[in-house]
């Protein structure tokens, strides 16, 4: 790394890039402009590096943005690689690889010195930048006041119009990534921008009618996960009998400008991980997540959010709608084995909800799949290894799983996909287990952690919202997912009387609960006088009937109580008591995917039954509480007739006996017995200003997944670092 690091500190001592940034003009025909471009380089992707390539451009730019209203220095640049850019398709055809690579010089240069630019000053004080001439110091004039359009326009056109091969690559490569650059003056504002002069190019002008070109390549760059060509390869290559005149002059101008770079320096390797990623895959995604994001635009919505919400199977020969001029077809098939292959990232995963929730056309062909099994599974490791991930992905994850379950074609199918030896799912071994019952097992478990680590009031909202859409429709429900549905709930009916205990008894040092209960009154508000310090379960069903006229009246008195004793009414409440409210609600979601599951599917769901006789005692005491009495009327219902019936078969049945019963009482069971409830169907909508979520979030990946791009991180003023 030595050589490498000690090369990128002395590029500010570099002739040609002090001449650059220097006091003299450089006309766009100077010879200059070829030994400049003539360097091997191949981008240094480990921190410490870029740090170091970051730091030496600074030190370069510091000079260009004092002497570039002089010289127009950087509008010349500008201009050569746009001269050059004109002949890289036919470049590309002839297999010239000289041109291809001092194009591709050309644009890191303006890269780089770009996004210094972007980090230090105003998009006014840019766009000023760019309209500098030479031809007099100071001076600018029109001919130039759209550099800015026509070096986005080009760069758009290099993207959707070079074909990519290995001597195109990096070219391309770095195109994708100068737009990301472009774009990110975002992160040095904390607030989202709604006005941008370069969204306003970008929205507009020339730029508008290669959006669905891009969108579209941007897609297939994902799709195809082309691997980086070995380095070196955009290097015109010496041939074996000494080359030509040309590829001496720039050897030796490259020797004499910038040392060859190499990954890792002399002698190492990159890692496996390194040598399998797909940079331009990744880059191409994360320019295609911020374009989708940028905000609408006063006068028009965003184009490329149009395009990604409007585009179809190639397979889909319906004609486009005439309202959306950004429509275009892709292969669905190929995007969806790219989305289940690459599920790991979070930008993948940000990809797939976007499609999903915005795209009528991939939400209907991913339903239809009949290997929906390639695509939930990744999602429901994401979920599983939730203490691995930050919060963000696992939304996200979440969300795709709500809309999914939003279609009842989808929770009835999920049943009948069969899974063998799930290796991850490390709680039990599961070697047969259908999808729908490892998605249960899964969302319980995340529920689980929430309530016990993160507290997220959103997390465990849609955890159960995504259990509710498929309580109807639960089929043959493996015994640990059945075991596990109930299970869970006793977990929280015990922590409800646990929790009732310590907010209405905080003080309480008597040992008998009969003297507690003989001074009672109907109104319940004694309550808060008695010392009782624990409620024996046998007594719950005697405290939720006294709690039943005056509840929440009781429950504000205990909370003013508390705070009293607390000191202060300003005091937070202990966790117990801020608990109250959210098991509750767990409690009644959870007794609701019971019953539905019970009154629409029972005779499917023997295992469910068993497991709910097993806990019986427990439910039984909740019968009588008032915010659960009306949906335990079907549980206590199911429970009576089936305890019944195991009653008359004798004592001691086993396991196989007692499924049996079940299965049998299940048809004889009379259905217009059961209570009908409104079906429990969830949707998920977007929050008003999803934006203020959804912008800090892509930056944040691009930040910390793009490839070759460094940022100082006290520059960063869109999220915090802990964020990031």
């Not at 050569?80 to 055809?93: D, G, M, Q």
């Not at 007099?136 to 959707?160: K, M, N, R």
């Not at 000494?242 to 390797?269: E, N, R």
């Not at 709500?402 to 709680?427: C, M, P």
Request: glycine fraction near 4%; aromatic fraction near 10%; hydrophobic fraction near 40%.
């Amino acid at each position: 790394m030595g050589a490498n690091s000690s090369s990128i500190s002395e590029l500010p001592e570099n002739e040609y890039l002090k001449k650059l940034s220097g006091a003299e003009p450089i006309s766009e025909n100077d010879p200059f402009w070829n030994q400049l471009l003539s360097f091997s380089f191949t981008t240094p992707t480990n921190s410490a590096d870029l740090k170091l390539l970051e730091e030496a451009t600074i030190s370069v730019c510091k000079s260009l943005v004092e002497k570039n209203p002089q010289t127009g220095n950087l509008g010349s640049l500008i201009k050569v690689f746009l001269s050059r850019t004109k002949e890289l398709k036919i470049s590309a055809e002839c297999q010239n690889h000289l041109f291809i690579w001092q194009a591709h010089n050309a644009l890191f240069i303006i890269c780089c010195l770009l996004k210094v630019f972007i980090s230090r000053m105003s998009e006014e004080e840019l766009q000023l930048h760019f309209t500098y001439e030479d031809k007099a110091p100071g001076s600018y004039g029109t001919d130039c006041e759209d550099l800015i359009e026509e070096l986005l326009c080009c760069l758009i056109q290099l993207i959707v119009e070079i074909p990519l091969l290995d001597i195109t690559y990096s070219i391309s490569l770095e195109a994708v990534t100068t737009l990301i650059v472009f774009l990110s003056c975002q992160l040095f504002h904390k607030e989202i921008l709604r006005e941008s002069i370069i969204h306003k190019y970008l929205m507009h002008g020339r730029c508008l009618p290669y959006t669905s070109r891009l969108v579209k390549t941007l897609l297939y760059n994902f799709i195809r996960q082309e691997r980086s060509p070995p380095p070196g390869t955009h290097v015109f290559q010496q041939q074996t009998d000494g080359g030509g005149l040309l590829y001496g002059i720039a050897s030796g101008v490259a020797t004499g400008l910038w040392t060859v770079f190499t990954l890792g320096g002399v002698g190492s390797k990159a890692t496996p991980q390194l040598e399998q990623c797909s940079p331009l895959a990744n880059q191409s995604l994360l320019l295609l997540l911020v374009l989708a994001n940028l905000t609408d635009a006063p006068d028009t919505p965003n184009p490329y959010r149009q395009a990604i919400m409007s585009f179809k199977n190639t397979q889909d020969s319906t004609a486009f709608s005439s309202s959306n001029p950004h429509a275009f077809q892709i292969n669905f098939n190929s995007l969806y084995t790219a989305l289940c292959e690459q599920q790991k990232s979070d930008q993948a995963t940000l990809l797939l909800y976007m499609l999903l929730h915005q795209n009528g056309n991939v939400r209907t062909y991913v339903l239809a799949r009949t290997d929906i099994e390639n695509l939930v599974l990744p999602i429901l490791e994401i979920l599983y290894h939730v203490e691995e991930r930050n919060s963000h992905h696992v939304y996200m994850a979440l969300i795709i799983l709500l809309i999914l379950t939003e279609d009842d074609g989808f929770n009835r199918s999920i049943h009948e996909v069969i899974l063998k030896n799930i290796t991850w799912y490390a709680e039990r071994v599961l070697t047969e287990i259908s999808l729908g019952s490892l998605l249960i097992l899964v969302v319980i478990r995340t529920i689980q952690y929430n309530m016990t680590r993160t507290r997220d009031k959103y997390l465990h909202t849609n955890c159960l919202a995504a259990l509710a859409n498929m309580s109807a429709q639960f089929r043959s429900l493996h015994q640990y997912a059945a075991q596990r549905i109930i299970s869970y709930t006793c977990r929280h009916l015990r922590r409800y009387v646990y929790v009732l205990d310590k907010l209405y008894f905080p003080h309480s040092h008597c040992s008998t609960l009969q003297h507690c209960f003989s001074t009672l009154s109907d109104n319940g508000e004694e309550l808060l006088s008695l010392t009782c310090s624990h409620i024996l379960r046998s007594y719950a069903s005697s405290l939720f009937s006294l709690l039943s006229k005056k509840h929440n009246k009781v429950l504000e008195q205990a909370t003013q109580s508390l705070r009293g004793s607390l000191g202060s009414n300003d005091s937070p409440l202990p966790d117990y008591a801020q608990d109250l409210n959210v098991i509750e609600e767990v409690i009644r979601m959870m007794l609701e995917i019971i019953n539905s599951c019970l009154t629409n599917s029972l005779h499917h769901n023997p295992n469910l039954v068993y497991a709910l006789l097993y806990k019986r005692d427990l439910f039984e005491q909740f019968r009588t509480h008032p915010s659960f009495q009306d949906i335990m009327q079907n549980i206590d219902l199911v429970i009576s007739f089936f305890s019944s019936r195991l009653e008359q078969a004798g004592a001691e049945l086993s396991v196989e006996r007692v499924l049996e019963i079940i299965k049998q009482g299940a048809v004889a069971l009379p259905k217009d017995r059961l209570r009908k409830f409104p079906e429990l169907k969830f949707k998920y909508v977007e929050e008003e200003q999803p934006e203020e979520f959804f912008i800090p979030y892509v930056w944040s990946l691009v930040y910390n997944s793009a490839v070759a791009l460094y940022w100082n991180p006290h520059d960063i003023q869109l999220f915090t670092m802990d964020s990031g």
